[in-house]
Each structure stands twice: as structure tokens, then as C-alpha cells.
């Protein structure tokens, strides 16, 4: 999916809400936990009970047999140690996602609905993270466009966690900085404080200074005005 410049993927954001809450627990991977999956402390609490349905369950004149055990929970086997690591990946997902929604509300981060079919970026109010499917569309990544019966691609403008401290921007990635704005401005015209922003959002967990910032943009040439007669083709 392209993701405009300037803005996060709903999977990137939470992502990075991730590593703020439980640094190297998180794998990135935490999205593809199934829900409904349950801690082993539950598990020993209801694993000998009769089950909700079918035979055993009360008032269906069938009781389990003496010594029978009824069968592993809905979602797999709660005591198998696989389990319950994806059940600890989905319990952080939750915590991330809660988070991200917290913040959307509370205005602290912005959203926007990309429609892949016109360009636009839509923003969005925080009222919408107020609703009872809010979860759903965190989840899914799309809402509907405004005015439109088709969804869009959800986003987050991009940002820096709370919990990361902005570094010092090293001189060895002084050339890498400048290839990036070359590789940026080789196929759309940015101003100087176009190219600063740009530079700073390519580099988040950085620091530069605007000397480290001037030194890059004037490695890479800005294009100004149109060509002269002279050098236009007969």
C-alpha cells in the first residue's frame, strides 16, 4: 500500500506505540494474533467444567461420563505453550492499540483517509475514535471516505513516541540524508523548508541541527523557475 510522505501505515503507528510499551517484547508481528484466545489461569478455571453446548451441558439429559474430560477450548489448546505465546502477542497488540486510540482521541495525533482513487487525504475527528467500532476500524485499516460509499485507507501522520528520545543526528549518515533528499527531489520539486521537513520526518528518532540541515540541502540543488527559450526544444 503507498503511504503518502509525512504519514504512517494504522500497522507502522502501532507498531511504533508497540516498541514504546515493551521495547524488544515487541516483534512486529503482533497483528497477525487471533483474538478471543485466553490466559492459561483461565484455562485451569474452566477446563474441567461441562461445556456451554452439547452433550454434558446442563439440562440436556446427556451428563458427562465419569472420568470423560471435556474437549479442548474453541481457539486450540490453552495449555500448549505456543498458545499462550500468541495469546501474550495479542495482549499487547490490545495494550498498542488502546494506546494509538487514546491518542487519536485525545487529539494528540492526527489521522487521515487516503482515497486511492482521487489522491485526497481526508482528516479525521477525533469523535471517531469515541465510536463503539472504533477497535474494528483500527483493525481493518479502512473507513469510509466522507461523502462516499467506498473506504479509504487509514493513516497517521507520522510521529515520535513519548518514550523515545530524540539522538543526535551522527556525520556518518550525513551522505545517507543527502541521497534520500536526491532520491526525493528527483521526482517532485521541494522548497529548502520543504526539503527540512522532509528530512526531518525521514529521520524521526534524530535530532538534526539546521547547520546538518543546510549542508544537505545545498548537496542537492533545488529547481527553480522554468526553462529558458533558449534551452527549450524546437
Known sequence: MFVPSGYLSIQDALNHLGRDLFKSEWTDEENKARSGLISEDEWLKIKDLPPARGAGAPGDGRALQPGSKPGPHRTGDPSDPSYQKEYQARMRYVAARRRLRERLEADELEAAILDSWTGK??????????????????????????????????????????????????????????????????????????????????????????????????AVPVSTGRPKKSDKKV
Open 121 to 218: 487525504l481526508h482528516q479525521v475527528s477525533p469523535s471517531l475514535w469515541r465510536r463503539a467500532d472504533a477497535d474494528r476500524i483500527i483493525d481493518k485499516g479502512q473507513v469510509l471516505i466522507p461523502g462516499s460509499r467506498n473506504t479509504g485507507s487509514l493513516l497517521v501522520k507520522r510521529f515520535v513516541g513519548p518514550d523515545v528520545q530524540r539522538k543526535p543526528f551522527p556525520r556518518a549518515k550525513i551522505q545517507e540524508a543527502i541521497e534520500r533528499l536526491k532520491e526525493k527531489t528527483a521526482s517532485e520539486t521541494l522548497t529548502r523548508p520543504q526539503q527540512a521537513e522532509f528530512l526531518r520526518e525521514s529521520f524521526p528518532t534524530h535530532s538534526l541541527t539546521e547547520r546538518q540541515i543546510r549542508e544537505i540541502c545545498r
